[in-house]
């Protein structure tokens, strides 16, 4: 167990809707990544936070959008989603931003299926 | 931009055989490396890393990785495979500046053959 916690595991969706996937990271780690991994691109970057701001992003769509709330805790809010939006998404924590932010922790990550 | 690449998409090893996965990195000073490793079903985990230092390091389940600067290399490897040690392996650098982030290699996918 890493001590990230990802809900839900699962998700079906329709095409066009809105979801919400919620991490909640290891305790006492700022920061907090998501990435997305898919057969066709692999495991892609999309967006980090540190202690509640925005620190780096990735090859993220407009159409997605992240926070991370003042307990840590960061959700990953996907819009008019594609077919091609399907893919495992994953949550990742750490301690720090410098070197350590590569020592993270992931969670089981939420498998995203869009009809 | 800093990069790894993983040259082997999908290696095939017998149980007890020696293993060696290969990484190569691309950056213009020492970098931040990684390896990781994903079992079917799961998130990925940290078997160990290099900052500076001791250019061979140790890490979990047996594994060992040695930095090599000449050949932009940080190769995983393994004396003796265990069936368990089937998964998929990541190759991961931390990029530098002010938005560092900690990007990954396309993958080795590692079977063991009994």
């Known amino acids: 167990d890493s001590g990230v916690t990802q809900t839900p595991k699962h998700l079906i969706t329709a095409t066009g809707q809105r979801v919400t996937l919620r991490c909640s990271p290891r305790s006492g780690d700022l920061s907090v990544y998501w990435y997305q991994q898919s057969l066709d691109q692999g495991l892609q970057f999309l967006i980090q936070y540190y202690n509640g701001e925005e620190r780096a992003k990735g090859n993220i769509l407009e159409r997605f959008s992240a926070q991370q709330f003042p307990d840590l805790h960061s959700e990953l809010n996907l819009s008019s989603l594609e077919l091609g939006d399907s893919a495992l998404y994953f949550c990742a924590s750490s301690e720090g931003q410098g070197a350590t932010l590569g020592e993270a922790f992931f969670g089981q990550g939420t498998r995203l299926t869009v009809v | 931009a800093q990069s790894v690449t993983q040259p082997d998409i999908h290696i095939t090893v017998s149980e007890g055989a020696s293993l060696e996965l290969r990484c190569n990195y691309s950056?213009?000073?020492?970098?931040?490396l990684f390896w990781y490793v994903q079992s079917p079903g799961q998130g990925l985990q940290l078997l160990l890393k290099?900052?500076?230092?001791?250019?061979l390091v140790q890490g979990i389940k047996g594994f060992e990785a040695e930095f090599k600067r000449s050949q932009s290399s940080f190769n995983l490897r393994k004396p003796s495979v265990h069936w368990s040690d089937a998964a998929e392996y990541f190759c991961a650098v931390v990029t530098s500046g002010s938005a560092r982030q900690l990007t990954f290699g396309s993958g080795t996918q590692l079977t063991v053959l009994p």
């Open positions: 950056y213009g000073a020492t970098p931040y």
């Open positions: 290099y900052f500076s230092g001791d250019t």
